[in-house]
């Protein structure tokens, strides 16, 4: 033991957050517990809460890991905004769809993660910004687009029968961002 560290000694852990986030996104979001997790990954309760103290805990780790897929594929600085919007958006869709429950989670009302959101949010606003809107419209139109591209997710999560051959989402997409960036309204008689 004379030339052994100290910091090797004894077990590896067997739980870090990457592994509790990978877990967590093979699992249906909106019923998962905490317990379901921890026998999931083969831990005890206890364990799990030594990692990440609560649900909400959990949720925002897996919110920042998706909002950092979503900007490493959608951000692509000194592209038009509107390629960089439709990009933005094609990557919630892919990342957000993939994991079951996310959207659907994200449109009720709680706390959402404030970095993660955040980073998102300014990207979001940043190319609004890059259209020649003012600061103020920009954020209207972070509104509309972040409550327009979950709801969308969601609704698709949730299966409801529309009638039809079945909504599309680059139809959608495309419809959404012709519409953006918003303006002051005017008065419609």
């Known amino acids: ?21 990978a877990a967590a996104l093979q699992m249906n979001l909106e019923s998962l517990t905490m317990r379901e997790l921890a026998d999931y ?8 809460y030594r990692w990440v103290e609560s649900r909400d805990a959990l949720l925002d780790l897996i919110s ?9 594929v959608g951000v692509l ?9 439709y990009r933005l958006a094609w990557a919630m869709y892919h990342e957000f769809r993939q994991v079951r429950g ?58 409801p029968d529309l009638g039809g051959t079945g909504a599309r989402f680059d139809v959608f997409l495309g419809t959404l961002i012709k519409g953006l960036p918003a303006t002051e309204p005017e008065a419609y008689v």
Do not use: C
């Not at 979001?124 to 600061?135: P, R």
């Open 102 to 159: 996310f959207a659907t989670l994200m449109v009720r009302p709680h706390r959402h993660n404030e970095m993660a959101f955040a980073r998102f949010r300014d990207a979001i606003i940043d190319a609004f910004e890059q259209s020649g809107v003012n600061s103020s419209m920009a954020e209207q139109s972070w509104y509309i687009f972040i409550i327009s591209v979950m709801g969308w997710i969601s609704m698709e999560e949730s299966g």
């Open 77 to 85: 600085d000194g592209t038009d905004w509107r390629k960089r919007i």
């Open 64 to 72: 920042e890991t998706l909002v950092e897929r979503v900007l490493s």
């Open 41 to 48: 990954l083969g831990v005890s309760h206890g364990a799990l």
């Open 1 to 21: 033991m004379d030339g052994e560290n100290q910091a090797t000694r004894g077990r590896p852990p067997r739980l870090s957050r990457e592994l509790i986030v």
